[in-house]
């Protein structure tokens, strides 16, 4: 009987991937309170945008979204500042923590959101829409970059006939700097449905209309994550391509979330 009930459902997901499914039930069940954090988050880059200096142009946008980690965020600064590409701004949004003393850096632009949110996707749409560079990549403030991160992947993005995003291979680290694996895969939209190998600390992207992260408030039993559905989404209308060099140092942090890979 169990089978039988069950039935339904295992042919739903062998159609259409389970994570979109996941999804699609987010979307539904969480969809009020993702319209108040997208009426916060225009508020919010209005008022920065009124309150501050816009940040500096550059061909790509590094944006790091944080939270109460002072001493990583400026390691995850520096490692995005230490890029062989010079051509950068790096645009840090504090989560309404307050930030803390920061390099100074004429390629670095830092705010802070009038209040917590939570939700990391509000924080890092902030960061996105405040810069107008033509590629934005990506970088939590607990993680690190290789130095040749970025030329590695605006070498792909900027060749003739160049996909509109690509990420790169992860290297997930153990607190004690020790290597656990590293996630390299193929792009493959319909293997992406339904295994978890998307990851947007190794994601740089032309910033389009649709390079936004949901803002649905996603608890570490939401799944899939954030990082999964921009990519995805990104690549129904955008070409994706993987680069299989590891340029993250990703932090296996037994203190916040961290993705189980299934690939």
Do not use: C
Not at 155 to 181: F, H, I, K, N
């Amino acid at each position: 009987m169990r089978r039988i009930v069950r039935a339904p459902w295992e042919l739903l997901k062998r159609a259409f991937g389970w994570l979109v499914l996941f999804e699609l039930r987010n979307k539904v069940l969480l969809a009020p309170s993702a319209l108040r954090l997208r009426r916060f988050e225009t508020a919010e880059v209005r008022r920065l945008v009124a309150a501050a200096a816009p940040p500096p142009a550059a061909l790509v946008a590094t944006v790091i979204a944080t939270h109460r980690r002072p001493d990583a965020l400026r390691s995850a600064v520096r490692s995005a500042l230490a890029q062989s590409v010079r051509d950068q701004v790096v645009i840090v949004v504090d989560d309404g923590a307050g930030l803390p003393e920061l390099t100074s850096d004429p390629r670095l632009f830092a705010v802070s959101l009038a209040r917590n949110t939570g939700v990391a996707g509000v924080v890092r749409n902030v960061g996105i829409r405040l810069t107008r560079s033509r590629y934005v990549a990506f970088l939590d403030d607990d993680n690190l970059w290789e130095p040749d991160h970025l030329e590695r992947a605006l070498a792909v993005l900027e060749s003739p006939g160049g996909p509109d995003g690509v990420y790169t291979a992860l290297r997930r680290v153990l607190p004690d700097g020790t290597e656990r694996d590293v996630l390299s895969v193929p792009f493959d939209r319909r293997r992406a449905a339904r295994e978890s190998f998307l990851d947007t600390n190794a994601f740089v992207a032309r910033r389009t209309k649709a390079l936004h992260f949901s803002r649905l408030r996603r608890t570490p039993e939401v799944m899939p994550r954030e990082d999964w559905e921009l990519i995805h989404r990104y690549s129904r209308g955008h070409r994706v391509r993987h680069v299989p060099h590891a340029t993250v140092r990703y932090l296996v942090n037994p203190g916040s979330f961290y993705t189980t890979w299934s690939a």
